[in-house]
T-cell receptor, first 109, second 114 residues
């Protein structure tokens, strides 16, 4: 069945360092979405990537979709304490999407 | 932006009873809603896809007779956990939206079965 894996599971960084999480699917995706979930909160939609090789930026966040549409990455430049949370990718096939395992980011001031 | 309301936010029930969770899209119509379950510090697991006016589509391994889903209108989907047991204790969350603009999540329901 559909599987979306994410690495790393946990990441601790010093404030100001960069952070990257990677998402890999066992099948080709129609699109991929990224979400952020703060501790105790619910997932909040960040962005959607549709095209092969697509790159999108949101301030310090850079999102990439692989050429084969099976992998994606989220890169945060110069992390801040407000970046703390769990980042999930969600790969879509058809009209359903499946969440990756998530990467929990801790930013040390 | 799109708003999805979910309630209750927390519920404690006795083992053997049933609990209903509501998910409403407040400012848009949702022909499709999704129900997820999340265990502590784990990812969201898709349980079922709720389709307005038709039967829900359940993921493999999810008991449809235990987790009853009703999507009676374009703005409301309900999930009923029937004959709840302690192992059903979890965080249940719904989402609605579309593939073009992304999905909005409800605030989730923390179910504790004692």
């Amino acid at each position: 069945g559909q599987q979306v894996m994410q690495i790393p599971q946990y990441q601790h960084v010093q404030e100001g360092e960069d952070f990257t999480t990677y998402c890999n699917s066992s099948t080709t995706l129609s699109n991929i979405q990224w979400y952020k979930q703060r501790p105790g909160g619910h997932p909040v939609f960040l962005i959607q990537l549709v095209k092969s090789g697509e790159v999108k930026k949101q301030k310090r966040l850079t999102f990439q979709f692989g050429e084969a549409k099976k992998n994606s990455s989220l890169h945060i430049t110069a992390t801040q304490t407000t970046d703390v949370g769990t980042y999930f990718c969600a790969g879509a096939t058809g009209n359903q999407f499946y969440f990756g395992t998530g990467t929990s980011l801790t930013v040390i001031p | 932006g799109a708003v999805v309301s979910q309630h209750p936010s927390r519920v404690i029930c006795k083992s053997g009873t049933s609990v209903k969770i509501e998910c409403r899209s407040l400012d848009f119509q949702a022909t499709t809603m999704f129900w997820y379950r999340q265990f502590p510090k784990q990812s969201l697991m898709l349980m079922a896809t709720s389709n307005e006016g038709s039967k829900a589509t359940y993921e493999q391994g999810v008991e449809k007779d235990k987790f009853l889903i009703n999507h009676a209108s374009l703005t409301l989907s309900t999930l009923t956990v029937t004959s709840a047991h302690p192992e059903d204790s979890s965080f249940y969350i719904c989402s609605a939206g579309d593939m073009d603009y992304g999905y909005t999540f409800g605030s989730g329901t923390r179910l504790t079965v004692v």
